[in-house]
């Protein structure tokens, strides 16, 4: 009943911390929306990763809160996430790519024009101890992934 934390489990530990972030997010409309705020990282005795976050937009104040552990059984890295700014959850799996620097998570979520849904991806970004960034993409219908959030992240 009792997991132990795998390699996959420390990797997470990097991000512990306390943070503050700039992120850019294109609209669908052609806007950029700028945010920036703070993120607190901590785990639960090493098996996941809770992320908590809150921030300023040209919207106003919204807070967030992602989890990220791996299942072992299911081999990958699992989690989720959900915003003040949204109705719905999303649900990650995930794996590290062969640098083990970038954890990119895979999501299904609406479609930002507000009709069905669309593949996403998460992308942390490990640059050292005290910076990493995030990518977030969406696949067109067509197949082609488009970048629509970069955020950089900053150890207070």
């Given at each position: 009943?009792?997991?132990?934390?795998?390699s996959e489990h420390e990797w997470l530990e990097q991000l512990v911390g306390?943070?503050?972030f700039e992120h850019e997010c294109s609209m669908p409309d052609g806007s950029i929306n700028q945010a920036e705020g703070k993120m607190t990282c901590r785990t639960l005795?090493?098996?996941w990763l809770l992320s908590e976050s809150s921030g300023?937009?040209?919207?106003?104040a919204w807070s967030s809160?992602?989890?990220?552990?791996?299942?072992?059984?299911l081999g990958h890295y699992v989690?989720?996430?959900?915003?003040?700014?949204?109705?719905?959850?999303?649900?990650?799996?995930?794996?590290l790519d062969e640098s083990k620097t970038r954890l990119q998570l895979a999501a299904e979520g609406p479609k930002f024009e507000g009709e069905g849904t669309a593949h996403y991806r998460d992308t942390i970004i490990v640059i050292d101890e005290n910076n990493w960034r995030m990518t977030s993409e969406m696949q067109t219908d067509d197949g082609e992934?488009?970048?629509?959030?970069?955020?950089k992240h900053t150890r207070v």
């Open positions: 009943m009792f997991s132990q934390p795998q306390e943070w503050k005795n090493g098996m300023e937009s040209e919207e106003g809160l992602m989890s990220i552990g791996f299942d072992p059984k989690g989720t996430f959900m915003g003040s700014m949204m109705a719905n959850i999303w649900h990650y799996q995930g794996c992934w488009v970048q629509f959030m970069s955020g």
